[in-house]
């Protein structure tokens, strides 16, 4: 049983713009914090943001100011906008919750 999806990845230019979303089973939505995570060839997977079931949101310094975490409690769907994107946020993105992982979309900047 499939219980993240994320969609939303793609090739954009350097000062663009991009939304993930993810949909989440409403078991897993209803109890755990929402993260983002990313990863790139040869490095481990960082913590990019993440929502907690308050709404409390939290950012690695590399995206503050830049990304926006939000979740939509009727739609079981957490979000990530990402503005004023650079070459060095390429990476394949993973929603996160609990033990669970989607299975990762990629986001490519470049011009």
């Known amino acids: 049983q499939v219980q993240l999806v994320e969609s939303g990845g793609g090739l954009v230019q350097p000062g663009g713009s991009l939304r993930l979303s993810c949909l989440a089973s409403e078991m897993i939505f209803s109890i755990y914090a929402m993260d983002w995570y990313r990863q790139t060839p040869g490095k481990q997977r960082e913590l990019v943001a993440t929502i907690t079931l308050g709404g409390v949101t939290n950012y690695a310094d590399s995206v503050k100011g830049r990304f926006t975490i939000s979740r939509d409690n009727a739609k079981n769907t957490v979000y990530l906008q990402m503005n004023s994107l650079k070459p060095e946020d390429t990476a394949v993105y993973y929603c996160?919750?609990?033990?669970?992982w989607g299975q990762g979309t990629q986001v490519t900047v470049s011009s």
């Open positions: 996160h919750a609990g033990i669970r």
